[in-house]
């Protein structure tokens, strides 16, 4: 009954009657939950009245399944609505909620999503970062649907950065990985398919590709028409229309025009403001003055409707209208327009704006055999546009400067990473104190020469066990938390039986807010500090306790204490010169690891650090012991 509402296709009206006919609440969620789920992309409004109703229940009778699909339907009906800022609360309501309660794949789908809300509300560095969270979770648990609504999502990060190359290549990747699928894709991903389609042509269109721009706007507009997918459908109708435009083609560009009006299955007027405009270009172009002049008359009311302050748009219709007051020669009035056309450029700072409407002028002033004036609008028109190409040549270089910054930053990456890989190896070859495995393999003999061989078996699987782990972990960056822990246990309780002979206990506590099956740290981290407080704090105590604690700091941080009972540091430096076969002893597994660690703050921009603290008596101001607290970052980890 509670199956995803996003695999089944479902039959609005059947479940419509469905959910008149029922009372019982748990149905009724299941019933609305179906529903919300498709009218999210196929009617807006009708979705938005079910999740109030889902809302009402679901404080009365919450489940988990329903919680998420509410969190993520709100997103979008609020994004639809054009409701951005409603939509990130919404967001970070539903993220906040999952972390407790949801699943990784549940959390992931809510901050694609939230990316998506962020692009829309200009917040690019936001956008980039639930993206990069959402990827991290895929690395553990990976899903090609997941995956290509993320390229989508880069896609469009991408093109609002103006990086056309990269956007396209994401979102070519998008639908490659949508395509692969040989079922019928849920309602979500066409969706998805679709905003991918709509990217391409927006970077054709950018490109003057306008053929290809055409045919990608027509799968898109094919895809919405089939599925009823119609909240954004009058915008995907403008597309074409100015896509044929740019190819110059006015009748399929006024068909599709025509369509963005007499649709009422969207609520954006706004396109159906730019809807009038072109079709005023379009009227111009043939030659019917009074039609166009309608045309924009009523554009301009819509736009000045919408928003008074939208110099942009104002600028054109203003210019359009005064050159077809000129090509019916009223001059006066064509001033006029041209007048409003250059407050509206300069209220923008727009240079090619500037250049045009004084190009406008110019040709005025030549139709009415004014040629000072006319040769002066043409002189400001040709220094504007030489201030425009200038700006855009600045523009480009700082675009190329970004592009070299950012693959010199990914270069630089790549050496850190593979500095870290070689630090890696050369800890994991110091890892082990040769005075541990002596000892180790010393008593095991001990075990057997004194006829324990129960016993010897015992610990040797134990040791045995423990040298395999540190051979198989360096093939690996990273491992979870929870083999890392019992790495540690395994290291700590060989000490325990055969080094110390029992004169050591030992603790590891690990909170329960920490899900170490999943989360990531770099391999054996912990072990070289462990082995620092066994050799210098505990090595000559009767009653050593070591006690390992591991906590969440935040969302990218575990924080580690290994904290000893032991002697204290300056009393162990002082045995250690006094002994002359320690004198030159040195703990390269915490000095590699300390490396580790600064090369993983570089690349991954964390807070990673090691503090030492020395313990104290607070009466007596004896020596206690030691604390190192170590915050190590969360990473990925590798599947193999």
């Excluded at 917040?123 to 290509?148: G, V, W």
């Excluded at 030659?287 to 736009?303: K, N, P, V, Y």
């Excluded at 104290?616 to 101001?621: N, V």
Aim: glycine content about 4%.
């Amino acid at each position: 009954m509670f199956a995803a509402s996003e695999r089944i296709a479902i039959q609005p009206g059947l479940w419509e009657q469905k959910l008149a006919q029922q009372e019982d609440p748990l149905q009724r969620l299941a019933i609305i939950d179906q529903l919300a789920g498709h009218y999210a992309y196929t009617n807006v409004l009708r979705a938005q009245q079910l999740l109030l109703e889902q809302w009402n229940l679901l404080q009365k009778h919450e489940v988990e399944d329903f919680m998420f699909r509410y969190f993520l339907n709100k997103m979008v009906v609020q994004n639809q609505l054009y409701d951005f800022i409603g939509a990130a609360e919404t967001a970070s309501q539903g993220i906040k909620y999952l972390e407790a309660a949801g699943s990784v794949k549940q959390l992931t789908e809510l901050q694609i999503e939230y990316a998506g809300i962020s692009i829309n509300l200009n917040d690019l560095d936001a956008a980039e970062r639930f993206l990069q969270k959402a990827l991290k979770m895929l690395k553990n648990f990976p899903d090609q649907q997941l995956h290509s609504r993320i390229a989508c999502r880069r896609g469009y990060l991408y093109l609002h950065a103006g990086n056309h190359a990269i956007a396209t290549e994401q979102f070519l990747n998008a639908v490659s990985m949508m395509e692969i699928k040989e079922e019928a894709l849920p309602l979500r991903d066409e969706y998805f398919r679709s905003l991918a389609f709509a990217g391409l042509g927006q970077v054709y269109e950018h490109n003057e590709e306008y053929e290809k721009s055409v045919r990608a706007f027509l799968q898109v507009v094919d895809l919405c028409e089939r599925l009823g997918m119609s909240n954004r459908l009058a915008w995907h109708y403008l597309n074409v229309g100015r896509a044929y435009l740019g190819l110059g083609e006015i009748a399929p560009a006024k068909d599709f025009l025509q369509k963005v009006i007499d649709t009422r299955d969207d609520l954006s007027l706004e396109a159906r403001a730019s809807a009038y405009a072109n079709l005023g270009f379009c009227t111009f172009e043939e030659g019917d003055f009074t039609a166009a002049l309608e045309l924009l008359h009523r554009a301009e009311h819509l736009h000045r409707e919408l928003n008074p302050d939208d110099s942009s748009n104002l600028c054109v219709i203003a210019s359009w209208r005064g050159r077809i007051e000129m090509e019916q020669e009223n001059y006066v009035a064509a001033q006029t327009s041209f007048t409003e056309a250059l407050g509206y450029a300069e209220a923008e700072e727009d240079y090619k704006m500037l250049a045009e409407v004084h190009s406008d002028f110019a040709s005025l002033y030549a139709e009415t055999e004014d040629y000072r004036l006319a040769y002066e609008y043409q002189l400001d028109h040709d220094r504007f546009l030489e201030v425009y190409h200038e700006d855009q040549d600045r523009r480009q270089q700082q675009e190329l400067e970004m592009k070299y910054q950012a693959a010199r930053k990914q270069q630089e990456t790549e050496l850190l990473e593979l500095k870290a890989t070689r630090l890696q190896l050369k800890a994991l070859r110091a890892q082990m104190n040769p005075h541990f495995i002596y000892n180790a393999l010393n008593s095991i003999q001990h075990f057997i020469t004194s006829n324990k061989g129960a016993i010897a078996s015992r610990y040797l699987a134990k040791f045995a066990k423990l040298m395999r782990q540190s051979l198989d972990y360096s093939d690996e960056e990273s491992i979870s938390l929870e083999k890392e822990i019992e790495f540690l246990q395994d290291y700590l309780y060989i000490n325990e039986k055969l080094r110390f002979e029992d004169r050591l206990s030992y603790r590891v506590i690990v909170d329960d807010d920490l899900e170490e099956d999943i989360l990531g740290v770099p391999t054996m981290i912990v072990q070289p500090y462990v082995e620092n407080a066994l050799e210098h704090g505990l090595r000559s105590r009767k009653d050593g306790l070591i006690t390992v604690q591991f906590k969440l700091w935040d969302d990218d941080t575990i924080c580690c204490t290994v904290e000893d009972n032991g002697i204290g540091r300056k009393k162990a430096l002082a045995q250690q010169q006094n002994d002359p076969n320690r004198q030159n002893y040195r703990s390269r597994g915490t000095q590699i690891t300390e490396k580790r660690l600064e090369l993983l703050r570089r690349t991954k921009k964390q807070e990673v650090s090691v503090r030492t603290i020395d313990l104290y008596d607070e009466i007596t101001g004896t020596a206690t012991g030691t604390r190192v607290e170590i915050m190590i970052p969360i990473v990925e980890i590798q599947i193999k």
